[in-house]
């Protein structure tokens, strides 16, 4: 509703405003009667007033970010009412001092007491204090201002980055940080142009000054008046046709050095000078005591000395009282606190983060971003990643230094549980070795800690060398983020509990309330929904099509209740989406496959196990089909596709916990779980016949 009655005055607004400039354009070349100027002249005061008050009261310079926009229409303002009052001094100046409006009448005889002499010099005066003094140096302090805060965007930028990937803010919060970071370096870019309207405005008054002067004597003289009355009666005119203009520049030049100020103290300019200047009660009753001797100094006017000493020290006993009972307030509040610390700090020693990061005190560059580190920005970029490529939003990467590691080294945990950890080189680099083939370096000699690869740690001079002999050459940020973002997919499932999924069923809550509130808690409990969904992700099977698995749930709970069976059901039916991460180019799968008689020793093997008469394989059998699908992949790699293995989909199951151990990074998935229209390219077939080999 508010929206609504707001809408038609900012319409209005909308059209006043253009229209005004319009206007004020057009009083240059138009001639303004005598009592419209007085109103204009009346209004320019009252906005620079107004303007200046705003500037005092604002906390931050961005609360009035239409400040440069009003300095030039105020400009323009002036200088046209400069152009307007100029006309009517030098065409009806000899019909007296009003001949240019009662307000330009009021300024050079009542403001200044009839006396041009003292009019002149108090204009020069406060031209000298505009141009020299406070434009000068608001022009100087917003160009400082806009220079650093152009030099402090990337630092800022990182921090936003940063705050983002820790989960100190969400994405809307940072986007709106990111905006305001934005609208902060304009608003200062324009200011320092703006203080150049100030700066010309101030040199614009004093020719204007001169021009009626000169001009208003020849155009006297040339109306028959004699050289003292012309000087009068034009000297009058131009004086108060400077003051009234001279005075709203000066609020303006004033206000615009306050804007530019602002962000040091953010807050209103009374209370930080009542805050800051009185605050203190040793300074103020040192003045007090001060301002007290010099009372007593032979010839010093007693009475005001005095009268500011005791003025001082009754506002520093007020501040003194107010500052004693807000610290009584803060020894309650901590008195009250040191009775519940106990408490909290067994709650905080109870407390874990869900995923940390811990550095070495050499590694702690990589995550400062002040230091140029990229670290918060890849695990930002990473946690997006997982959550396009497993459907799961990751919880935030608490990351911190741990001086109990190595130098160099690193870990990785979830709810205080180590998952994997790493150790880093100081100014060294790691040029891995994807072929295994590639000829030695000059280096320290180790493994890439997340895919076990052959490895070394070289100098940086010698980066561009082991590129050219196959390397692939990472720095510590990329080490930290390879290893985590893998350590993560591995252990994807540990971070999928009951609130996560709360938050995803709420998410399609929003497109397919109907589905979700059919399909639980009524046809499949949270729980046993939590098991299959970690099941999926256990596997890399994203969960982000959370509409098809609670379809797919929906149907076969009437079927079975089985956890593990009903998650066999899923994948099937989300086999476009298993088939597509492992197509290549030509459409085609590249998979290992079982030899048949290997399925049929692993399908008696189960019934064996079923019946209760044994069902053990043979363990050379199994050590050689796993040697044998170990060498295999070696040929995924050389083709750069992942290593895959189908296998009938009442074995699947039993395969996958063959292999899971021992290769973990090699997916099992079912003929059923591959789409009918996917060519299937046989790499390797696995068979009994690797057992004999082997002996």
């Known amino acids: 509703m508010s929206t609504e009655a707001s809408t038609p005055s900012s319409d209005r607004w909308d059209m006043v405003v253009p229209l005004g400039i319009i206007g004020i354009v057009l009083m240059m070349v138009l001639p303004v009667p005598a009592p419209l100027l007085d109103v204009l002249l009346s209004f320019s005061v009252a906005l620079a007033v107004g303007v200046f008050l705003t500037a005092l009261f604002i906390e931050e310079a961005l609360e009035f970010s239409a400040f ?208 800051q200047l009185l605050g203190r009660p040793r300074p103020v009753l040192m003045t007090a005591g001060i301002m007290t001797v010099l009372a007593l100094v032979p010839g010093m006017p007693a009475f005001p000395c005095l009268l500011m000493a005791g003025g001082l020290i009754l506002a520093s006993r007020s501040r003194t009282r107010k500052a004693l009972a807000a610290d009584a307030l803060t020894a309650g509040a901590a008195e009250s606190d040191r009775k519940r610390s106990p408490s909290e700090e067994v709650d905080a020693a109870l407390g874990l983060e869900t995923l940390t990061l811990e550095v070495g005190y050499e590694l702690v560059g990589v995550v400062d971003t002040a230091r140029g580190g990229t670290l918060l920005d890849r695990v930002a970029a990473l946690r997006q990643q997982l959550a396009r490529d497993l459907g799961l939003v990751m919880p935030p990467v608490h990351v911190g230094d741990n001086l109990s590691l190595q130098p160099g080294g690193y870990r990785v945990l979830i709810l205080g549980n180590e998952i994997g950890h790493g150790l880093c080189r100081a100014g060294r680099l790691l040029a891995v070795d994807p072929s295994g083939m590639s000829p030695a370096l000059d280096g320290e000699r180790t493994t890439d800690p997340t895919f076990n690869m052959p490895a070394w740690w070289i100098a940086q001079r010698d980066k561009e060398l082991a590129e050219a002999l196959g390397y692939t050459v990472v720095d510590h940020a990329t080490i930290l983020a390879t290893h985590l973002g893998e350590l993560l997919r591995t252990h994807a499932h540990r971070l999928l509990g009951r609130q996560e999924v709360q938050h995803l069923l709420e998410v399609l809550a929003r497109t397919a309330p109907k589905l979700v509130d059919d399909v639980v808690p009524g046809l499949i409990p949270l729980g046993d929904l939590l098991r299959v969904l970690r099941n999926l992700v256990r596997e890399s099977v994203s969960i982000r099509d959370m509409r098809t698995i609670l379809e797919s749930l929906a149907e076969f709970t009437a079927q079975t209740k089985d956890v593990e069976q009903l998650t066999e059901m899923v994948r099937e039916r989300l086999a476009p989406q298993i088939t597509s991460r492992f197509k290549g180019g030509d459409n085609s799968v590249a998979a290992m496959t079982l030899d048949p008689a290997l399925e049929d020793i692993l399908r008696r093997s189960l019934r064996d196990i079923a019946a209760g008469t044994g069902g053990a394989l043979d363990p050379s059998l199994l050590r050689s089909v796993v040697a044998s699908a170990e060498r295999a992949m070696g040929t995924f790699n050389a083709q750069q596709v992942t290593p895959l293995l189908v296998a009938p989909p009442d074995l699947r199951r039993y395969v996958r916990a063959i292999f899971e151990w021992k290769l973990p990074q090699l997916a099992i998935v079912s003929f059923r779980e591959i789409e009918p229209g996917a060519p299937l390219r046989v790499i390797e077939r696995l068979g009994p016949s690797h057992a004999l080999e082997a002996r």
């Open 68 to 275: 440069p926009a009003f300095v030039l229409i105020a400009t323009l303002l002036r200088l046209s009412l400069n152009v307007a009052t100029t006309r009517r001094i030098l065409l009806h100046g000899a019909e007296g001092p009003s001949a240019a409006g009662h307000v330009v009448e009021a300024f050079g005889r009542f403001v200044v007491e009839g006396n041009v002499l003292v009019g002149l010099v108090v204009f020069l005066i406060l031209a000298v204090i505009n141009f020299v003094v406070i434009t000068k140096g608001a022009g100087r302090v917003a160009e400082v201002a806009a220079r650093f805060t152009l030099d402090a965007m990337p630092g800022k930028q990182m921090a936003i980055d940063a705050d983002l990937a820790s989960g100190a803010v969400d994405a809307d919060g940072a986007r709106k940080r990111r905006k305001v970071l934005e609208r902060e370096a304009d608003f200062f870019g324009a200011m320092d142009g703006a203080s150049k309207f100030v700066h010309g405005d101030a040199i614009a008054g004093l020719l204007i000054t001169a021009i009626n002067l000169v001009g208003g004597l020849i155009m006297g003289l040339s109306s028959g008046m004699d050289l003292a009355q012309a000087g009068e009666t034009f000297s009058v005119l131009s004086v108060g046709d400077a003051l009234s203009t001279q005075i709203p520049a000066l609020l303006i030049s004033a206000a615009a050095g306050i804007v530019v100020t602002r962000s040091a103290t953010r807050e209103p300019i009374g209370r930080a000078f009542s805050d």
